[in-house]
C-alpha cells in the first residue's frame, strides 16, 4: 500500500469550469492511502498515483453571471460552510518513488508489498509492486 501524509491542515482553493466559480477548504492533516495506476503495457509498475484528502469548506462561491458579471440575488459564501469537500491529486509513479528515495522528509511511504526504487545508475525511478 502507498500512503501520503499532510503533516499539518492545509487551506486549498479548488476552481471549477467558470472560472469564477470556487470552493476553498481546510485540507486536514492526516496519513492517507492512495491508489497506484498502471501502465498499460507493466501491471507491477505504477505509472500514476492518485491521493484524496478530505477537508471542511469554508468558503464558496456559485454565483451566477452573465457576460462575465455578477447577476441575480447576491450569493451567500458561507452557506456550505463546514460540509465536506475532497482534494485530490495525481502524481507519477516515478515522482513518488524519487522523493521516497531522495527525501528524509518525503510525505510518501510504501509499505511491504511496494518498493521505491532506482534504475539505470539513479537516472529514473519507478515505484514497484512486490509478489
Given at each position: 500500500?502507498?500512503?501520503?501524509?499532510l503533516?499539518?491542515?492545509?487551506p486549498?482553493?479548488?476552481?471549477?469550469?467558470?472560472?469564477?466559480?470556487?470552493?476553498?477548504?481546510i485540507v486536514?492533516?492526516g496519513?492517507?492511502?492512495?491508489?497506484?495506476?498502471?501502465?498499460?503495457?507493466?501491471?507491477?509498475?505504477?505509472?500514476?498515483?492518485?491521493?484524496?484528502?478530505?477537508?471542511?469548506?469554508?468558503?464558496?462561491?456559485?454565483?451566477?453571471?452573465?457576460?462575465?458579471?455578477?447577476?441575480?440575488?447576491?450569493?451567500?459564501?458561507t452557506k456550505n460552510?463546514?460540509?465536506?469537500?475532497?482534494?485530490?491529486?495525481?502524481?507519477?509513479?516515478?515522482?513518488?518513488?524519487?522523493?521516497?528515495?531522495?527525501?528524509?522528509?518525503?510525505?510518501?511511504?510504501?509499505?511491504?508489498?511496494w518498493?521505491?526504487?532506482?534504475?539505470?545508475?539513479?537516472?529514473?525511478?519507478?515505484?514497484?509492486?512486490v509478489?
Open positions: 500500500m502507498i500512503h501520503y501524509t503533516p499539518t491542515d492545509l486549498h482553493t479548488k476552481y471549477y469550469e467558470f472560472a469564477a466559480w470556487f470552493t476553498t477548504g486536514k492533516a496519513t492517507y492511502e492512495a491508489k497506484a495506476h498502471f501502465s498499460n503495457w507493466r501491471y507491477d509498475k505504477a505509472a500514476q498515483v492518485t491521493v484524496a484528502l478530505p477537508g471542511i469548506v469554508t468558503v464558496d462561491n456559485f454565483q451566477s453571471h452573465f457576460g462575465g458579471l455578477p447577476a441575480g440575488q447576491a450569493y451567500d459564501e460552510a463546514g460540509r465536506d469537500f475532497t482534494f485530490s491529486t495525481q502524481v507519477y509513479g516515478y515522482q513518488v518513488a524519487e522523493s521516497i528515495i531522495h527525501d528524509d522528509k518525503s510525505r510518501w511511504a510504501v509499505d511491504d508489498d518498493v521505491a526504487k532506482c534504475e539505470n545508475d539513479c537516472a529514473t525511478h519507478s515505484l514497484l509492486q509478489e
